[in-house]
């Protein structure tokens, strides 16, 4: 595609000074040396240069490194089951859809479609990198509105917003929040944001923000949001295929620029205070719900669900369904501050960093989770 674009461009020109010189006459006597032209203005980038990207050496790195990363080598959805929803952002067709239309059209999937460069990439918008930016040829780097509140709209102002697309939580329940009847039901066994909340974590929202001694950092203030972004700590420069570039594996250099006395491996305390809430959940007691034909909770005329005296004990636990399972949870009518909790311990596990994507809101919903469990 680009040798046939360069040949057309190149073919074009020569068309140009074949028809304006048609049969040419003798050689005239050589004129007489001008006068120096002035300086050139400086070249745009050397970035910008189309060369810089499109070469074998290029991009044989950049394939080397997807290879290792876990978008070249992550487990592949199948078009199988009635769970086809999963696939616009575990497969490259699955995502097309989801850009396109906003779903997935099971119809047209047949094959597995393992995430490729062409998930992300596409075509460039323009080649004037100078004056509009270079788009990377990104299929999309607009502003995500979120599946679990489309009235919420993330905009990291760049390539990250790529990653935002994927790297959210899907509209899978409902953020536990205060309704008037002090209670939340946890009707399902894997309760909390599915998966990755990274992009909601560095913005600083969707958590449950139970109240506690901790204030909540204003959304979108955090420095890593500020000074840093998806791409900058996970595509740095590298010279090994194993950090930075298309591994997304996070590069150390990418945070020295600011930690110039050393980088800290996790948000202070993190895995101490992480394990204190994980005790606290698996001691919450709540209580059995009654069931409706189809398995689903009963709810009084007044909207509280219908408990059966059955006492649950454990609202996040081990070895439940089966043994090994870990981090699941038990369905049962828990209060709203249980579920908040359970919710901030979920999404703060989910988001894989141990804090460091937003320390200060981090800490805020872990240390008022355990506040409110201690109460
Ligand atoms: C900053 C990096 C970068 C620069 C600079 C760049 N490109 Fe690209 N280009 C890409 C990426 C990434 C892709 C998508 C991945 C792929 O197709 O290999 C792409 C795709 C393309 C495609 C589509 C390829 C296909 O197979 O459909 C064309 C054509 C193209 N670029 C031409 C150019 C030209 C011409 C220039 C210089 C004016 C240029 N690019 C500069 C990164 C760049
Ligand atoms: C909105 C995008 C999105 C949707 C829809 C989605 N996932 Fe994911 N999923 C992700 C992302 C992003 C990750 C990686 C996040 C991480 O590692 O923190 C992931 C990770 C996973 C993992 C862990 C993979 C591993 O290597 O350990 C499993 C399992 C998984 N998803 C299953 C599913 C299933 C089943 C569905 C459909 C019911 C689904 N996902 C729908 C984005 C999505
Ligand atoms: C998950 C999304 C994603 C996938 C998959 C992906 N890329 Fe990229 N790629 C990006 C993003 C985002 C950037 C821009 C990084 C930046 O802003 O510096 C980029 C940048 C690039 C660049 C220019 C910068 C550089 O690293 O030299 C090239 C070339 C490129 N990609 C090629 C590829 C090729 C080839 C593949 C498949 C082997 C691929 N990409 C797969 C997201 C992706
Ligand atoms: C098309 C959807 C999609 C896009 C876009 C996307 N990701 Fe992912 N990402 C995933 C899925 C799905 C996984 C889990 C793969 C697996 O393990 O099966 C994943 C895994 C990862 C992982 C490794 C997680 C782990 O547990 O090993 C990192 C880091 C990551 N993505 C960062 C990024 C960054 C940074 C961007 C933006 C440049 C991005 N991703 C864009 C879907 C996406
Ligand atoms: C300040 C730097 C920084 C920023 C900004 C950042 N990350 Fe991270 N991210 C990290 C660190 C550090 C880890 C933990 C690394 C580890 O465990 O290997 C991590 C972990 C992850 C993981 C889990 C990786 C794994 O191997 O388990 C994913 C997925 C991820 N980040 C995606 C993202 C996305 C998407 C964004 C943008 C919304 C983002 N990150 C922004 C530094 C950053
Ligand atoms: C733009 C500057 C900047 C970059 C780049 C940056 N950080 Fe930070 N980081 C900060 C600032 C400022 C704080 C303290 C303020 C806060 O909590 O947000 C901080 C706090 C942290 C914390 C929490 C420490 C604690 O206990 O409160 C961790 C962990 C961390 N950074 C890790 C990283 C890692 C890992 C990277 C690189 C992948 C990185 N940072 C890149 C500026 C940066």
């Known amino acids: 595609m680009l040798i046939r674009l360069l040949i057309v461009v190149v073919s074009s020109l020569l068309f140009v000074h074949c028809t304006s010189d048609p ?7 050589d004129g007489m040396d001008g006068i120096d032209g002035v300086d050139g203005v400086d ?31 992550g487990f592949v959805f199948t078009f199988t089951g009635p769970r086809d929803d999963c696939a616009s952002c575990h497969s490259t067709l699955g995502h097309l859809d989801f850009l396109a239309f906003g779903e997935v059209d099971p119809g047209s999937l047949t094959n597995n479609s393992p995430i490729t460069c062409a998930t992300c990439h596409d075509s460039h918008d323009t080649f004037d990198f100078e004056n509009d930016g270079i788009d990377y040829a990104l299929r999309s780097i607009e502003p995500v509105a979120l599946e679990l509140d489309p009235n919420t709209v993330i905009d990291f102002g760049g390539t990250s917003n790529n990653c935002t ?15 008037g009847t002090g209670t939340y039901v946890v009707a399902t066994d894997r309760f909390g944001p599915h998966h990755g909340p990274q992009s909601t974590m560095l913005e600083g929202i969707m958590g449950a923000n139970i109240a506690g001694s901790v204030g909540y950092p204003g959304v ?20 090994d295929i194993n950090e930075g570039l298309h ?30 809430l994980k005790q606290l959940l698996g001691e919450v007691v709540g209580e059995e719900f009654e069931e409706d034909s189809e398995g689903n909770p009963v709810f009084d005329m007044d909207g509280n669900p219908v408990g059966t005296g059955v006492p649950v004990v454990g609202l996040i636990v081990d070895d439940f369904p089966n043994p090994g399972d870990t981090n699941r949870s038990r369905k049962g009518i828990f209060t709203t501050a249980e579920a908040q909790a359970a ?27 355990i506040e409110a469990l201690q109460n």
Request: hydrophobic share 30%; proline share 5%; with cysteine.
């Open 220 to 239: 979108a203030s955090a420095v890593h949001r500020t000074g840093a972004s998806c791409v900058s700590c996970h595509m740095g420069e590298s010279t």
């Open 23 to 29: 049969v040419p006459g003798p050689p005239g006597a």
């Open 165 to 179: 697309i994927c790297h959210q939580p899907r509209d899978s329940y409902v953020i536990p929040a205060e309704d």
């Open 43 to 73: 070249g745009a980038d050397g970035t910008a240069s189309c060369v810089s990207c499109h070469s074998n050496a290029t991009m044989d790195v950049v394939e080397a490194s997807f290879d290792v990363s876990s978008h070249g080598a």
């Open 247 to 276: 591994s997304w594996n996070v590069t150390e250099a990418s945070c020295v620029e600011c930690h110039t006395n050393g980088i800290p491996s996790e948000l202070a305390g993190f895995t101490e205070d992480m394990a204190t």
């Open 343 to 369: 919710w901030n311990y979920m999404t703060l596990l989910e988001d894989q960093s141990n804090g460091t994507h937003n320390p200060a809101y981090s800490r805020a919903l872990l240390t008022n989770s």
